[in-house]
């Protein structure tokens, strides 16, 4: 009975009895409320119930019960949790708003603090370098004129005196022309060039990486030249995996596009414009170079300078078990990671003469070199160890 009351109080303003109790029992005469077992009229002398119709209406009213408390629970969740996490969320959204603002506030003025400091130092050392010629201008032009009146000197001198006459002016002559012979012709000078290490930065550098890496949509469109494979490579149906085999295999030697001994290959165009990136996968492989290299790279025989980075003709990023490096003429630059990228990117400002790897899962760059590009570069690979795979 204390649960039937627990039930009918529970539930407030629900259905009343005619429509909610049904099947359940009837109010009594005297509207206590309290449901009836037993299903009759609730008259005293009314039919006994059976024990299996009792349990039928305890579980029933069980489960009647856990209705009502799942209800409130919902409602409870609908009137409470929600409206809280709600607020919740706009509170939040409305901190990374103003998060974003003053990040992006603090790095535009960083940005306009940068530029004000580098034009600074493109204006100081554009004046330089105009002062310096303006100073050569005046000292050369003082020294034709000096040159040019000499010159007059020894004409009128030789068309106007006799040998006899030279003689006497011997003296006064070799004291002029000794102080043309002072005079030394011009010479290349860097002071009269502008000194483009004005606008280095480390700043600018790293945001405009970031920005160039953040704006490409993906990699270039890289294919690797079957023509260049080395003996010791083969590549995939795919055209995209370089794989290294110790043994060599029978390939035609002569050709002059192929490298016949380090295990080297060349993409089928170069870049001669613009601003272009490729991603290679090396996670299978310790022993590999990535990078840039002229037409002109050496390809036949063993010797040190057919290696990429051996030569004046390559730029790449080495990689052989622990060790990385950046080689280029055979001086090679130590390169300190934490751990070793399972995909490296190459990126190529040809016009700006920027070569810079980078780890495309961070963006964090591993390392860039400068270096005023002469001709189209063709993207280069080697693999010592397993497989390296392009990345699309």
């Known amino acids: 009975m204390a649960r039937a009351e627990r039930l009918r109080v529970s539930a407030g ?7 909610g109790t049904r099947g359940w029992g009837a109010e009594g005469p005297g509207g206590s409320g309290e449901f009836r077992r037993d299903g009759g009229s609730g008259r005293a002398g009314g039919p006994h119930p059976s024990p299996r119709r009792s349990v039928s209406q305890n579980k029933l009213v069980e489960r009647c019960e856990r209705l009502q408390l799942q209800s409130a629970a919902i409602a409870r969740h609908v009137d409470e949790v929600l409206p809280a996490k709600d607020q ?24 306009e603090n940068e530029e004000q400091r580098l034009l600074e130092r493109v204006h100081a050392e554009e004046e330089r370098a105009h002062q310096s010629i303006l100073t050569q201008q005046v000292h050369w032009t003082e020294a034709l004129h000096k040159l040019d009146a000499l010159r007059t000197y020894l004409v009128d001198m030789i068309t106007k005196l006799d040998d006899q006459g030279l003689l006497q002016a011997e003296q006064e002559i070799f004291e002029r022309t000794e102080v043309a012979e002072g005079i030394l012709e011009p ?18 550098h790293r945001l405009w990486a970031c920005a160039v890496l953040c704006c490409l949509t993906g990699s270039q469109e890289v294919h690797i030249d079957e023509k260049t494979l080395s003996p010791h490579l083969s590549l995939s149906e795919d055209k995209r995996t370089l794989t290294f085999s110790p043994k060599k295999a029978k390939v035609d030697s002569d050709c002059p596009e192929r490298f016949d001994h380090w295990p080297n290959a060349l993409a089928t165009a170069p ?31 063993s010797a040190n300078e057919g290696r990429l980075g051996f ?41 700006g003469g920027e070569l810079l790897f980078y780890d495309p899962d961070s963006c964090a760059i591993l390392f860039s070199h400068r270096q005023a590009f002469l001709e ?14 392009l990345v699309l």
């Open 13 to 19: 303003t629900r259905p009343g009895p005619a429509e």
């Open 88 to 111: 919740g969320v706009l509170s939040a959204a409305s901190a990374a708003r103003e998060l974003v603002i003053q990040r992006l506030l603090l790095v535009g003025k960083a940005c």
């Open 187 to 204: 010479q290349e000078s860097l002071k009269l060039n502008f000194n483009q290490t004005c606008v280095q930065s480390p700043l600018l």
């Open 271 to 301: 870049f001669h414009s613009g601003v272009c990136a490729w991603k290679v996968s090396v996670e299978q492989s310790c022993a590999y170079k990535l990078g840039v290299c002229y037409s002109s790279v050496p390809r036949k025989g």
């Open 311 to 351: 030569n004046t003709a390559s730029w790449v990023f080495s990689r052989y078990d622990k060790e990385f490096r950046f080689l280029h003429a055979g001086q090679p630059q130590p390169v300190e990671l934490i751990k070793a990228p399972a995909e490296i990117g190459v990126l190529l400002d040809f016009a």
């Open 376 to 389: 189209p570069v063709y993207p280069v690979f080697a693999v010592a160890h397993q497989s390296i795979s």
